[in-house]
């Protein structure tokens, strides 16, 4: 009898360095749900990224990932994947997997089609302007029209509302609108586009 391929959830966050997390080493920062995950799952602790040679590291680093490339041997610092390439999600989907991704991504559009089958709430571009950041369904022809954002210049839009429609996907049944408006456990803020840490700096 053969083995079911396992599912795999990948979770990369943005510009997080690695001494961030309880579970690899800091013990003054406490991060359960992530120690969770990475008791169960699999961490890439020496993942590096040399030097910077864009003004926004989270993009060649994205592209290493999803390439298995050094930053030298990326083209653009990873703005863009060239076909010949190959990305972890075409691989994956070579071994019969269906991928899915949401989120950020400055790597290209073309390359996200390339590396997810489908997904939503996808983020191209537009961090000069957090209140106003543009979002699009999957387009299978991989088009992603700027004219027809998935939410057009939405009043009081921001990164926290993000979050919440990502994790809509993840808990199937439970929407973050059910209820008349978007929910939030009390005292507690969600980020995608940023860290936040439970502290304030003096």
Same mark, same amino acid.
């Given at each position: 009898?053969?083995?079911?391929?396992?599912?795999?959830?990948?979770?990369?966050?943005?510009?997080?360095?690695?001494?961030?997390?309880?579970?690899?080493?800091?013990?003054?920062?406490?991060?359960?749900?992530?120690?969770?995950?990475?008791?169960?799952?699999?961490?890439?602790?020496?993942?590096?990224?040399?030097?910077?040679?864009?003004?926004?590291?989270? #993009?060649?680093?994205?592209?290493?990932?999803?390439?298995?490339?050094?930053?030298?041997?990326?083209?653009?610092?990873?703005?863009?994947?060239?076909?010949?390439?190959? #990305?972890?999600?075409?691989?994956?989907?070579?071994?019969? *997997?269906?991928? +899915?991704?949401?989120?950020? +991504? /400055?790597?290209?559009?073309?390359?996200?089609?390339?590396?997810?089958?489908?997904?939503?709430?996808?983020?191209?571009?537009?961090?000069?302007?957090? +209140?106003?950041?543009?979002?699009? /369904? *999957?387009?299978?022809?991989?088009? *992603?029209?700027? $004219?027809?954002?998935?939410?057009?210049?939405?009043?009081?839009?921001?990164?926290?509302?993000?979050? +919440?429609?990502?994790?809509? /996907?993840? /808990?199937?049944?439970?929407?973050?609108?059910?209820?008349?408006?978007?929910? $939030?456990?009390?005292?507690?803020?969600?980020?995608?586009?940023?860290?936040?840490?439970?502290?304030?700096?003096?």
């Amino acid at each position: 009898m053969s083995q079911a391929k396992p599912n795999i959830l990948l979770f990369f966050t943005d510009d997080q360095r690695f001494d961030t997390i309880r579970a690899l080493g800091n013990s003054a920062i406490h991060t359960p749900n992530i120690d969770r995950l990475i008791a169960r799952g699999t961490t890439f602790t020496h993942a590096h990224i040399p030097c910077g040679t864009h003004g926004a590291i989270c #993009m060649p680093s994205r592209a290493m990932l999803h390439t298995g490339r050094s930053l030298f041997h990326l083209q653009d610092s990873g703005s863009s994947i060239p076909a010949e390439h190959t #990305m972890l999600g075409e691989a994956l989907r070579g071994q019969g *997997y269906r991928t +899915w991704g949401t989120g950020k +991504w /400055h790597n290209g559009r073309e390359s996200f089609n390339r590396g997810f089958a489908d997904g939503d709430e996808i983020m191209f571009g537009g961090m000069a302007d957090h +209140w106003n950041v543009p979002v699009y /369904h *999957y387009d299978p022809s991989g088009a *992603y029209d700027t $004219r027809l954002a998935y939410i057009p210049n939405p009043p009081a839009f921001g990164n926290n509302e993000i979050a +919440w429609r990502e994790c809509d /996907h993840i /808990h199937a049944g439970r929407h973050s609108s059910d209820g008349g408006g978007l929910h $939030r456990p009390p005292g507690r803020r969600r980020a995608v586009l940023r860290v936040r840490l439970p502290a304030r700096a003096p």
